[in-house]
């Protein structure tokens, strides 16, 4: 049989017109070889396409505290705009005397599904906050940030981990809470404005149950707001050294129809000595807060 030559650079298709007579004179065996070649490069290729399942994606394992527990000490901060609003809002002005200076800049929705279940009483109540946010908002006048807004607020917050307790130590107004690790039927002697946490691990998971709050706070700029019935389930889990995936599960059977979620990643400050820096925003608020008590002298 004379040998027949293909080609070095040939089309896809003429490729295997050739190959195919090259088969055909050949016989059989060489056509089930050419078929079976051909379809271990398909499946090949398919397997390249095929996405692994959730349960077959690796599961990143954090680097461990004494006790065996997921590390989470270090200083953390969202990259958000949540705390101007939790939903998708395009940018909007401030004060029109500031010009730019105070505007709201466009982001997009921590908010999972990005709708806030309001009874139909709470959506006129969380308008009349937006009106009047820049005197009414809790930030303004400098209270607590409560929970979940003090993760996002845009200010850092450090972690300090031992086996029985957690402490968060939050920059804005020099707010703390601390998570009860080893005690989950304690109970808060009265309601405060960050609430009583109880922590537990689930894997490399942190979750924190938040009850016992005042009614006070509100979750961004934009009026959305909770009573003192709020229940906030908390999840904070490493998907990297330096990255924490954090979402919260609001419950809050005064003001909404059912609970829903937030979720965002929080991000470890990794400059040289990174520390939180004091910011003590009370004597900011006290001519916002007390102006009107000044006693006014006659000229």
């Not at 059912?258 to 990643?265: A, D, E, L, T, V």
């Amino acid at each position: 049989m004379a040998r027949r030559v293909v080609p070095a650079r040939v089309t896809a298709g003429r490729r295997e017109r050739l190959c195919a007579e090259i088969g055909d004179q050949m016989g059989n065996p060489f056509r089930w070889l050419l078929v079976a070649s051909t379809s271990a490069v398909v499946l090949s290729v398919l397997s390249l396409t095929v996405k692994p399942t959730a349960a077959q994606a690796p599961t990143y394992r954090a680097p461990r505290t004494a006790d065996g527990k997921p590390n989470l000490n270090g200083i953390w901060q969202a990259l958000n705009t949540a705390n101007w609003d939790i939903q998708d809002h395009a940018a909007r002005p401030g004060p029109p005397q500031f010009g730019a200076l105070f505007s709201v800049p466009a982001g997009l929705a921590v908010v999972v599904g990005n709708e806030i279940p309001y009874q139909p009483w709470a959506v006129e109540k969380k308008k009349e906050n937006l009106t009047n946010w820049l005197t009414a908002d809790p930030e303004v006048n400098c209270y607590m940030p409560g929970v979940p807004r003090a993760t996002y607020i845009p200010h850092p917050f450090s972690v300090f981990q031992t086996p029985k307790y957690i402490l968060m130590v939050y920059e804005f107004a020099n707010a703390t809470r601390t998570i009860y690790m080893d005690n989950p039927e304690l109970e808060s002697p009265a309601d405060t404005w960050m609430g009583h946490s109880r922590g537990r691990w689930e894997g490399e998971t942190l979750v924190i149950d938040v009850t016992s709050f005042n009614g006070q706070t509100w979750f961004d700029r934009a009026g959305n707001f909770n009573s003192d019935a709020l229940h906030v389930v908390e999840r904070y889990t490493h998907i990297s050294a330096d990255v924490l995936t954090y979402e919260a599960t609001i419950e809050d059977p005064k003001v909404f129809t059912r609970p829903w979620k937030m979720s965002m990643p929080l991000y470890r400050r990794l400059e040289k000595n990174a520390q939180l820096t004091e910011f003590n925003c009370v004597p900011f608020a006290e001519e916002l807060l007390y102006g009107h008590l000044r006693k006014q002298t006659s000229k």
